[in-house]
């Protein structure tokens, strides 16, 4: 509640403790910690639907699923490259078998190149009959890695070229290098392997690239695509068999988490409720100000997790009157300096309150800010312009209309005119002047409508924001 509208209920006040220095600062601390730092789970406590549940578990399954054919495709397209590798690894040890002697004696290039020519196209022939495929480039290197034969198929030249454009270097630890590629839907594999005798000596390297014949890459193909489909598949299948499973299981967690949402909501209203009788006998003020400040809140456009602070706030703003003794409180006049030093204290004490609970504690914005001035005149920190949080502004604004226009006690309702004229007073000193304005273009209507609600309209309205922010997903 707002400064001038403390001065109009002047037979309401009550007295309380005093707080230390240093006590005011270790509670007033909480307008500096968000709830996002501390427990922003807790504080939003807003549920997701059963649909969104049961969406977000079929996102989760058919990722898996992704996730697990992808990793089954890389394994088969391992296995399909160690095949390929083999059948070059079989051909350099059948070419040592043969030219081991000519090897280790050093022969001529010519005598070398003679036996690649005729070993290749026996080996091919051999290939083609098994339906592996063919060997289209082979070269053979001396250990010193100078090139002394070559075998190049017919029409293979280009291969050749890429060979020659790619060289992959040469092995130093004994073991195959090799690089798939494929070209016009035919898979072929460039492997270099090093040629050892008996004993471990390296006698050259023997090169090649070799072509998958189509019938045996449309079987790797096919057994590649019949992995990831059985995986992905499977992984499907179960995630349907479990859904309901887990949807059964989520519809209870779901009870119970609205259970707990609805209680602490609840308590948010009954606590607000509580002092707001305590103070004027009614809690009509808190339903008809927390309306307000949403409704000016979505003029302005708020995210709602601020309007879910502003929700929390409006509702406890003055829970820390509840430590002003009733002397204060409600004494029938105005209150004198020392009084209303204590009065202020209610901020202090409200932070603390709100503080000591996860769910509430982000109602602080408003609860310490909302005698904050846009001057820099207000209390208890004395913030100027948007240092005051966003909340604290709106609420401002929203609840000295609603103070100035409702009956109380000790005073009738003033005009809606002449309460707008108050307001454009206090634009730039006590209220943001843009959050002011936004709201003068919308009074109008607003307070028509709260008026003809009557409070228990009221109070329906406020039921159905309140779950919108807090219960849906």
Do not use: C
Not at 114 to 120: E, I, K, P, T, V
Request: negative net charge; glycine residues 8%.
């Amino acid at each position: 509640m707002s400064a001038q509208t403390e001065t109009l209920q002047t037979g309401k006040l009550r007295t309380g403790m005093t707080m230390t220095a240093k006590g005011e600062r270790r509670r007033l601390s909480l307008l500096f910690r968000t709830v996002p730092d501390r427990h922003s789970d807790v504080a939003a406590m807003r549920l997701p639907t059963p649909g969104t549940v049961l969406l977000r578990l079929a996102g989760i399954a058919l990722f898996l699923a992704l996730a697990v054919g992808g990793v089954a495709f890389l394994v088969e397209v391992e296995i399909a490259d160690n095949r390929v590798v083999e059948l070059a690894r079989e051909e350099s040890a059948a070419f040592l078998t043969e030219t081991r002697t000519s090897l280790a004696a050093g022969a001529a290039d010519s005598d070398l190149e003679a036996s690649l020519q005729h070993f290749m196209a026996s080996r091919n022939g051999l290939r083609l009959n098994h339906g592996d495929g063919r060997f289209i480039v082979a070269e053979l290197y001396t250990p010193e890695q100078r090139k002394t034969a070559e075998y190049i198929a017919p029409g293979a030249e280009w291969a050749e070229q890429r060979m020659s454009a790619t060289r992959h270097g040469f092995p130093t630890d004994g073991d195959s290098i090799y690089d798939r590629f494929t070209m016009d839907g035919q898979i072929f594999i460039q492997t270099m392997e090093p040629l050892l005798d008996s004993d471990g000596r390296l006698l050259g390297y023997f090169e090649s690239v070799f072509q998958l014949s189509s019938r045996r890459s449309h079987e790797i193909l096919r057994d590649t695509a019949t992995v990831v489909a059985v995986s992905s598949l499977s992984v499907l299948v179960t995630a349907l068999v479990l859904l309901p499973i887990f949807g059964s299981y989520n519809r209870g967690i779901l009870r119970l988490s609205r259970g707990l949402l609805d209680a602490n909501i609840g308590m948010l209203s009954a606590l607000g409720s509580a002092i707001a009788k305590r103070d004027s006998d009614t809690n009509a003020h808190n339903y008809r100000v927390t309306v307000l400040a949403i409704r000016l809140a979505e003029a302005l456009g708020v995210e709602d997790s601020a309007i879910r602070k502003l929700v929390k706030g409006a509702f406890l703003h003055d829970v820390g009157k509840i430590a002003i003794p009733d002397s204060i409180l409600l004494k029938p006049g105005k209150l004198d300096t020392e009084e209303f030093a204590v009065m202020k204290t209610h901020v202090v004490h409200g932070l603390d309150i709100v503080g000591s609970s996860d769910w509430l504690a982000d109602a602080a914005d408003v609860v310490g800010g909302h005698h904050e001035k846009f001057d820099g005149s207000g209390y208890p920190n004395g913030l100027t312009g948007e240092a005051i949080p966003i909340a604290a502004r709106i609420f401002a604004v929203a609840d000295v209309f609603d103070a100035l226009t409702s009956r109380r006690p000790y005073k009738e309702p003033m005009s809606y005119a002449a309460t707008m004229d108050i307001l454009a007073e206090g634009a730039g000193r006590h209220f943001d002047p843009a959050v002011l304005a936004r709201f003068t273009a919308i009074a109008a209507g607003l307070h028509e409508r709260l008026t003809a609600l009557g409070d228990d309209g009221v109070r329906e309205e406020l039921r159905g924001l309140v779950t919108r922010y807090f219960k849906l997903a």
